[in-house]
């Protein structure tokens, strides 16, 4: 990394990467992995970092939003309740200009959705050339609440995690790089989360009856996600655990591992498609 | 308004609303009506109002969003080039919740969209219950370069200007709050603009040589708006005019709009559809 006044220590990528031989259960929710700082710290880093974020997000779509095909960014959330991907949408991708990014909320299927394949719904979502997409849940879903509660055959869901590779694969081929994140908190955690939003009736309109039954099946959950990173953590596409007991760690962290993506893209301003000389003088003369 | 601290020192909406008798050259772009205070105090002024919209925005979403039909907001953006359209929505609109924000940026019409009625493509991009839709540019641009340009003829000119109110009439009565803003600049403004786009080779890509063929056509433009505000600026759907030689008077003022149609619609966190105690025992025996 090029700034010397972060409190990063290393590039927290391979060590939020779930690799070979990773397993779920070993991850502290409240571990900063790679990060030497506080709240505070983490604050003011995220803040600063956020300056090189948005001077590569620019670029990015500075130079390809209107190609037909190009190099995009696709950011997919995945996370138990209460874990804070509404968090990292706000304090990471927003503080890169609105124009570059494209957010799609995946809730539960409609009917019209339910009759197509699972990612029918997907596929017009993923970001154009020059753009960062974010998904806030995604295909993933019908690998996790579709096999904990059973929404799908075990040959089916099998079957998706193929065709998800592939998909993700097709994606990769096209251009797309693909940050795939999961937001790690711990049910204790959970359950401070979902008390506080009883507690406040500005927070009620968050809370669902049915987290707790969701939160009841959390051994499933972590099973389910255990099996995704298995299955879909390729090269290509890889899944990050990131530790997600301190909300500031990871912003930091998902802020990081968009900036990883992004250097290595290392989109160029493009240079004028025109002669800047004349137009100089016709603007001078208009 | 509630706030004593801001430098606004009367609600700036009906001094920038293109009412009876309204003239466009009457406006000076360099002008910043209702507002005193300067550069400086209006960053700290926008800043300060952003909690404000922050939490207005939230409570919309919170009382909405998951409705078939209720209130939303639409904020309609149309300018000369570097006018400040993204500032607009990076500085106003990016200090709130990306999630309930959809902003949609209409560029020249593809090949289906020409085959299409010109409202065909706007339709889709119309804000759902509970959010906030921005449209930079939009189906006035059939009116504008359409006229200007004569990409259409006069009948279809004037019947556009009649399937506009019919349109935004039809969106009102659903809930739709509108917000029509042109951000007014002068010529010399627009000169300076292009000649720092022209200077910077970080800015060239936002440069494009058709901008001076544009705004040779200045005079025709300006009298396009006129003609846009004699003919659609509504009771239910106004326009307002706002100087924006000012980047930071023009972001103070759409944000002081935004703020009064959320006034206005004054949404309120919505009742908890559970039994809260029942739940907190639920939880806390999860």
Redesign the interface.
């Known amino acids: 990394m090029s700034e010397p006044t972060s409190n990063w220590t290393t590039d927290p990528a391979p060590l939020l990467r779930a690799g070979e031989g990773f397993r779920l259960g070993e991850v502290d929710p409240e571990s900063t992995p790679g990060y030497d700082g506080d709240k505070k710290s983490g604050k003011k880093d995220l803040e600063a970092l956020s300056a090189e974020l948005n001077d590569l997000q620019e670029r990015l779509f500075?130079?390809h939003h209107d190609e037909d095909s190009g190099p995009a960014v696709l950011l997919v959330l995945q996370a138990m309740d209460t874990a804070g991907k509404?968090g990292i949408?706000?304090h990471v991708?927003?503080a890169v200009?609105?124009?570059g990014?494209e957010?799609a909320?995946f809730k539960k299927p409609t009917e019209e959705e339910l009759a197509h394949d699972f990612l029918w719904r997907i596929r017009p979502r993923v970001p154009g050339p020059g753009m960062i997409g974010v998904f806030?849940r995604s295909h993933y879903e019908d690998v996790l609440i579709g096999r904990v509660r059973k929404l799908a055959d075990g040959a089916e869901i099998e079957r998706r995690y193929t065709a998800i590779s592939d998909f993700e694969a097709e994606l990769v081929a096209a251009g797309v790089r693909i940050v795939k994140v999961m937001l790690h908190i711990s049910p204790d955690e959970q359950?401070e989360r979902?008390?506080e939003r009883?507690d406040r009736?500005?927070k009620?309109?968050?809370?669902?009856?049915g987290d707790?039954e969701e939160?009841?099946l959390w051994p499933d959950y972590m099973d389910a996600y255990q099996a995704v990173f298995d299955r879909t953590s390729t090269e290509a596409a890889p899944w990050f655990v990131v530790p997600a007991n301190r909300k500031w760690y990871a912003r930091l962290a998902v802020q990081r591992l968009l900036l990883d993506v992004l250097k290595d893209i290392d989109p160029q301003?493009?240079?004028?498609d025109?002669d800047?000389e004349v137009?100089?003088k016709?603007?001078a003369d208009?």
């Open positions: 500075a130079a509404g949408v706000r991708v927003g200009d609105p124009q990014v957010l909320a806030d359950k979902l008390a009883l009736p500005d009620y309109w968050k809370y669902n009856p707790v939160r009841l301003w493009p240079a004028a025109f800047v137009e100089k016709r603007l208009s």
